[in-house]
Nanobody
Framework: QVQLVESGGGLVQPGGSLRVSCTASGFIFSSVVMSWYRQTPGEERELVESITTISGSTHYGDSVKCRFTISRDNAKNMVYLQMNRLKPEATGVYYC??????????WGQGTQVTVSS
């Protein structure tokens, strides 16, 4: 059974930093691309960053470009999103996502990140 469990969200002041984590189970973690998405009320989920199996990463979204860093620890089955110099527009629910070959796409339950003074 594929499971993705996010953690580490919370309230942070503008300009601050936060790291959210995703713990994966039920599949061969090192063989899949992992992604972080963000969703705000009334909006569709948008891709924030993805990381390939060999720890290459791709940046998406002008609002977070170069301020967010995705990383993974294949030994721990975990993927992280380090968010620096946070702005209020980064507020939202952050979801971990993966696609497992022949099994489909999977989402975690999400973790709320609020950037506010």
């Amino acid at each position: 059974q594929v499971q993705l469990v996010e953690s580490g969200g919370g309230l942070v002041q503008p300009g601050g930093s936060l790291r959210v984590s995703c713990t994966a189970s039920g599949f061969i973690f090192s063989s899949v691309v992992m992604s972080w998405y963000r969703q705000t009320p009334g909006e569709e989920r948008e891709l924030v960053e993805s990381i390939t199996t060999i720890s290459g990463s791709t940046h998406y979204g002008d609002s977070v470009k170069c301020r967010f860093t995705i990383s993974r620890d294949n030994a721990k089955n975990m993927v992280y999103l380090q968010m620096n110099r946070l702005k209020p527009e980064a507020t939202g629910v952050y979801y971990c996502y993966t696609y497992v070959n022949r099994r489909g796409g999977y989402w975690g339950q999400g973790t709320q990140v609020t950037v506010s003074s």
